[in-house]
Each structure stands twice: as C-alpha cells, then as structure tokens.
DNA sequence: CGCGAGCTCTTTTTT
DNA sequence: AGAGCTCGCG
C-alpha cells in the first residue's frame, strides 16, 4: 500500500495499524483517501473483522460516501458491515439494543428541537405557572449545554439560579424518559453513561465490540463525545482521529477545539501526522485561504501548501444590493450553463440562512436549477410533522408530545381546555397521556360531549394500531391519512396551501416507499422504527440531491464539501463575521475567520466574492463595509470590480485597509469589531427632543440614496433623553423613523429617532 | 370551540 | 420580513 496513490505523509498514516493515531488534515489533502486506505489496510491486510470497525463522520452523507469508496476497494459486502455514520446515528443505533439499563425500550423515539420545545413549555406550565426567570429557550440552551459537558441535574445548579434551572432540567429528563423518549443530546450523553458505568456490563459488550476507532472532523467534537470516545477505546487504544483545528466551526454547540489541539496530552503515545500538501485547489485560492486564517491567534503549526497552477485570479466584486448581487450570481450561473459546466460544480455560500430567499427568488425567476440546503427542512413542516406523529404515537404510545400534536389535528372538536383538563387527568393517574385516553369515560372534570369525542379518538389510534401490524410502513401512512379524515379536510380547504401540503405528504409517502425499497434490497426488514429514526437524524447535506442544478447552503452545511465554482456571498462586516446583537468576543471572532477559511478552501477552480453596499434583512436596511476577510486577501490573488464608484467610507475599519487597491498590500490589524467606526468619536452636541438627528459624521456620505429617513446603523452611538447613552442594533424601516438601539441599564428599547440625538461618550 | 386579525417577538451557524 | 402567538369574535 505504499502505491503511487498516496504521498509519504498520507502512506504513514494509512499504514498505522495499532495505538492512537492524530492525522491533521488541511483543507484538500486527501483525507477522506487516507482515512478509506486506513479501513481497507485494516480489514485486507491485519485481518480485521469489518464489523469490528467504527467510523464515525460528521454528517451521515460523509458516511455513505466512505462506504462507497470501500465498496470499490474491498466489494459490497464487506463495506457494508462495517460500522459508519455520526455519533448521533450510531448511538442511536446502540440505545436500541442496549438502552434498557438507561430506562428506554427499543422503541424511543427522538425529540427535535420543536418537540423539545413543546415538552419543557409544558412542563414551565405546569410546575412554575407564571415565572418570568423560565423562557423555554433558555431553559433549553442552558439543559443542551449541560447535556453537551455530560452533566446530570445534580452535577450543576451552583448558584441559587441555575439551581433552578436544574429543577427544570431534572423535570424535563423525567418526562422524556416517561415518553420513551431522547432529545438529540442524550443520544450521545446515555451512551456515554452504558460505556462508563463499570457495573453495566452492556458497557463491555459495546467496547468489545469495536476493535477500531476512526472519529473524523474531530476538531469539532464535544465534551461527551470525546468522553464517549475515550471509554470506548479504553482497551485497545486503536482509535485513529482525524481534523482539522482551522475548520472548527460549531463551538457553538458545544464542540471544543481543546479536544483535538489537546489530544496528545491524553494520547502521549499518539503518532502524529500532518497532511498539508492541498491538491483541491489552485494556488491562489490556497493563498487566499491561508491569507485569511493567518491573522488567527492561536493554531496549530503547520503549513498548507499546493503544486497546483496558480488559477485565475479571485475576483471581489462590489454591488448596490442584495438584489444585484442575486443578479450577479444569476449571471454567473447563466454563463456556466452556457459553457456548459456541469452545475452540480457550482455553489453558492452565505453566512446565514435568510441571506437565501433573494438568491432563491433570482435563481427561480432565471430559471436556473437550484437546490437549497437547510432552512426549513422538508420533515420540519407542519402536515409532514403531524403525519409523523401519527406513525410515532402508533409506534411508541408512550410519547405524549406526539399525541398531544395531533389530539385536535385535524380539527374534531378537542379544544384546548379539554385537552388541559385530560392532560391534568392523565398527570394525576399517572399514565401516558395514551393510556388515559382509555378512560375518558371515567373524568370527571369533562361533560359527555367532550368525553366522547376523546373516547372516539382513543378508538381510533386502537384501530390503527391494530392494522399497524399487519400493513407495510408506507400503507399505514395511507391508512392514517384516510382514516383520520387529514386528508379529506385538506381536500375541503381548496386552497393552494393545502394542495402543496398534500403534496408534501404526498412526497412523504415517496420517500417512505424508498425508504422500503432500500432497507429491503439490503435483505432488512422495513420497520418504521427504523424509517422514524432516519428521519431525526438525516440533515440536509445527507438528502443533498445529485443532480445537475446549482447548489445553495449555509457556509456550515458546506463543510467537507468542494465545488468547481464556489460563489461566496454577503462578504460585508457585521453579515460575515456575523454579528447578531450582541458584540462578540475575540474566541467568536476567530471562529469566523476559521469560518470563511472553510468557505475559501471548498473552491477548485474559481473563487468569486461578493458583497454590497447596503443590504436588506431583518426588515431592515443596513449600511454595509466590505468584510475585514476581503482586505486580509493577497493582493497578487485577486481582481477588484464593482459596479458603482466607490464611496467613502470609514477609514478605520479595523481589519479592512486596502479596498479597489487604494493602499496595497499591508497586514490589516485584527481588532474586536465592536466599534466599526472606530472609538472615541467626538461626540456632537446633543439635539433638543423633536430635533432631526441630521449628524453628517455618523453617515456614509454616499448614502444619499437611501431613504427618507436619518442613517443611522447598528453600531452608531445615540444619546436619548430619558435612557441616556446608547448603541443602535438595528435601524427600523418603513414608514416609521424608528431604531432599536441597547441602553445599559435599559436594555433594547425601540426608540422614534426624533427624540434620539447623537451621543459619544 | 374554531377561526382570523393583529400583535409581538426574533434574527447565526445544526446533529 | 416573517413566524408564532394571543386575544376577541362568531
């Protein structure tokens, strides 16, 4: 296996066999060669057993592509025993067999984020009617991040406020387990407990299980995982990870970049090894890469580099608009198809999800071929849920939140204080809220009408219940569809909502029929448990389509992605590094910049850039500076076009020196962000109330054309007569000359810009 | 009890 | 700008 396939750096790693094993992997390295080489070295050469393999990726597309690449390599059969998916899939996988020591049935079902939502807002009314301290949300946050550091309800709550938050979390976990139910974190969090409980012997069954170890995108992993990790190969120490420090980029769900720039500290027998020749890209979009991570205060040593030809250059292109730069990328689209590129090479990047609706729009007008990647997600929308819920409460009677989603859905007469007063029934009795619907008769607290059509219902989930056993998955969505009458009363709205709601159920009942199709070419039986759990656990890059169109996603989604074409949008300070209300701190700031790393390094062939001069989201219109990441390019690397004059701008946006080339090539400084217009501004005299806030200083002069109202934008200073100083956040559009602006001491207050004069400090 | 209008609130990134 | 929520009416 030391073929011409692979170079010194890649061979070393393909070849180590036993013991722990670090591999960084820069961006366009070959990694995912490396890693297939690994597992075929593993299995052909040491004789290990396929099924005794584990890997784990990122995303369970990663998965199946790695599969693929060993099918060719090793044949089918072999590729498909082996172990490969995202630590959520396999957990998910292992709870099935081995859950009942952690209080589930074979059966649970996984909560999203909105079922999360609807189980804790319950449980809020219920136990602590009418505390302000409890949004749902935070509750949320706060329970996900201790779920993220393996802590129980016990293990935290120090202060007398998070001990109340514990109480919650302590309610909510005993609720789930009532439902046979996990959220996403305790897929990883209850595995991880089987594996390091040393009475449970389910705990030496699964590490028994698994001879090697292979964690990919490791600098992206959290504190359970790398728990779970770490007693997972306790034994054998063959465990094999690989990543990147450069691209860790979800820090903000709990992954912990320590984890890999520390591995060697618990790993001190670990071989390191360093793939940095890229052979993705060409060697200005490599240099544009490097240019823009450099800045970057703490990484790890190594140095990425390239043979390949220098390319063309990397065009930056200045627009008016979100709409023209929509436009742009239409054009840019056009001009692929016509030279007929294949367009499943072309991508489209943006930092947020509500940065696509305007590319969606143009593309749709043009008619270009698009798909969109995240945003509202197919198995997210309402019917498609309700219909889910049906098949999870017949498959797992115990999960109240599905139940209660569809108790009065579609409508038969079940109104909200019917369901409170058979809710507060089945609390008191102590059953499932599916238990207690067969004593309706027996509440007292409900007249007849009521008792009935919940006894009518009850009968109904029986019966389906009943035919659940003996009809495929696919046919019971048919019956549940019928016999609920769902989809009569979609038919009698008449409307085109419902008519695409029924083709989405439609469409869901398609992706079920594939779903049988496939599981039973693979010689398993189609459970709809299992059909159930592919759905909580694909994202949208796994049901990414592979089909000729261009492709739009979140600049997240495209991590281990790589396209021809990659037409980076949105590149404005405040929009990317994003900005949200609050400031960021310097941690946060690195992780864009490890962001727009990602997003440069995923181009092969072309690189294009795009950012305005004023864009509007949020229901707003910002004034916008081209993002700090533009001035930090090489300048050999880049050609500047725009297509208005320049304007002025600030002179001191910090990170951004040189733009359509006026200064060059010196090294912007990277400062915090926070003041776009620098500090210390002298501040004009306060106005009088009523007097129009009409301060030059604080505006873009070019910014005549924008409209009636004063410019101020998120970041200025104001000073209010009763809240004192404070920071715009965000300037309200429309009609109304309004800001929402953060007062300390206040908080945000929307505020008629009247009354607001321009206030330094 | 169900529906609709108006209101508020939010607005990063996702398994 | 948009979704989700609450309140009031039929």
């Given amino acids: 296996m030391s073929s011409p396939d692979l170079n010194p750096p890649q061979a070393e790693a393909a070849l180590h066999t036993h013991g722990p094993l670090l591999v960084f992997a820069g961006a366009g390295s070959g990694k995912t060669r490396v890693i297939t080489y690994r597992i075929a070295n593993l299995i052909a050469r040491q004789g290990v057993a396929p099924y005794r393999i ?5 995303t369970n597309r990663a998965a199946k592509e790695m599969r693929e690449r060993l099918g060719k390599l090793l044949g089918d059969s072999i590729a498909r025993d082996i172990w490969a998916g995202t630590f959520h899939s396999t957990c998910a996988k292992l709870l099935r067999q081995y859950g009942e020591s952690v209080g589930l049935t074979r059966s649970f079902v996984i909560y999203d984020t909105q079922d999360q939502k609807s189980l804790v807002t319950r449980i809020l009314k219920e136990h602590y009617e009418g505390d302000a301290r409890f949004a749902p949300k935070q509750v949320l946050a706060w329970i996900g991040k201790q779920k993220q550091e393996a802590k129980s309800p016990d293990d935290c709550g120090e202060n007398t406020f998070e001990r109340g938050y514990a109480d919650v979390y302590a309610l909510y976990d005993k609720q789930l387990r009532a439902c046979n139910a996990v959220d996403f974190d305790d897929l990883i969090l209850l595995t991880s407990r089987i594996l390091s409980d040393a009475k449970n012997p389910d705990g030496d069954r699964i590490r028994n299980r698994f001879e090697h170890v292979l964690i990919d995108e490791f600098q992206d992993t959290n504190a359970v995982q790398y728990k779970l990790m770490r007693s997972l190969v306790s034994k054998h120490q063959n465990l094999c990870v690989v990543g990147d420090d450069d691209q860790s980029i979800y820090s903000w769900r709990g992954a912990d970049v320590r984890n890999i720039r520390g591995f060697e500290r618990d790993f001190p027998d670990a071989k390191v090894v360093k793939l940095e020749q890229n052979y993705r890209s060409t060697a200005h979009i490599v240099g544009a890469a490097l240019a823009v991570i450099a800045p970057s205060r703490t990484r790890e040593p190594k140095e990425l580099w390239t043979a390949n030809e220098a390319g063309e250059p990397i065009e930056v292109i200045g627009l008016e608009t979100e709409r023209e730069e929509a436009a742009l990328v239409v054009s840019y689209a056009k001009q692929a198809r016509e030279a007929g590129v294949d367009l499943r090479g072309v991508a489209v990047f943006y930092r947020i999800n509500a940065q696509s609706r305007v590319l969606e729009e143009a593309l749709r007008a043009s008619n270009i071929p698009y798909q969109i990647v995240g945003g509202m997600k197919f198995f997210d929308r309402a019917e498609v849920k309700d219909a889910l819920s049906y098949l999870r409460v017949l498959d797992n009677p115990k999960s109240d939140v599905d139940l209660l989603r569809i108790i009065n859905t579609p409508a038969r007469g079940i109104g909200d204080s019917t369901v409170d007063k058979f809710t507060t029934y089945a609390a008191f009795s102590g059953q499932s809220l599916t238990d207690a619907l067969s004593e309706a008769d027996a509440i007292a607290d409900l007249s007849s009408g009521p008792r009935k059509k919940l006894a009518a219902f009850g009968k109904l989930l029986a019966k389906l219940r009943d035919e659940a056993t003996r009809l495929s998955p696919s046919d019971l969505l048919s019956a549940v569809l019928d016999e609920t009458g769902y989809r009569t009363s979609l038919r009698a709205e008449n409307s085109p909502e419902a008519d695409s709601r029924l083709e989405n159920l ?11 199709a496939e599981v039973q070419a693979a010689g398993e039986p189609a459970t709809l448990a299992a059909f159930l759990e592919r759905v909580s656990l694909v994202n949208d890059v796994d049901q990414m389509e592979d089909a000729a169109r261009i492709t739009l996603m979140t600049v997240h989604s495209a991590k281990g992605l790589e396209f021809n074409l990659v037409l980076l949008t949105g590149m404005e300070e405040e929009m990317f590094p994003y900005r949200g209300f609050d400031d960021r701190d310097d941690a946060q700031l690195e992780e864009e910049r490890r962001l727009a790393y990602v997003a440069i390094t995923r181009a092969r062939q072309r690189l294009v850039i795009t950012h305005v001069q004023r864009r509007q989201i949020f229901g707003t219109t910002r004034a916008c500076v ?19 004059a320049p304007r002025p701008r600030y002179v001191d946006q910090p990170g951004y020196s040189s733009y359509g080339g006026a200064t060059g090539t010196r090294r912007p400084s990277d400062q915090p962000w926070s003041h776009p217009q620098g500090p210390a501004r002298p501040a004009p005299p306060p106005l009088a109330p009523g007097e129009r806030f009409v301060d030059r200083e604080f505006f873009d002069e070019g910014a005549s054309d924008f409209d009636e109202s004063p410019k101020l934008r998120p970041g200025s200073a104001v000073f209010h007569e009763r ?9 309200g559009g429309g009609a109304e000359p309004v800001v929402t602006a953060f007062f300390p001491g206040w908080g945000e207050k929307k505020v008629l810009i009247k009354f607001l004069s321009a206030g330094g400090r």
Avoid: C, M, W
Wanted: aromatic share 12%.
């Fill in 54 to 58: 584990l890997a784990v990726t990122f």
């Fill in 506 to 516: 439609q469409e869901l009942f398609g992706s079920l029929r594939d779903f049988e």
């Fill in 626 to 644: 081209p993002s700090r990441f533009i001035g930090n390019l090489p300048h050999e690397a880049v050609v500047h076009r725009s297509t208005s």
């Fill in 723 to 731: 809240f004192g100083h404070g920071k715009v956040s965000a300037v």
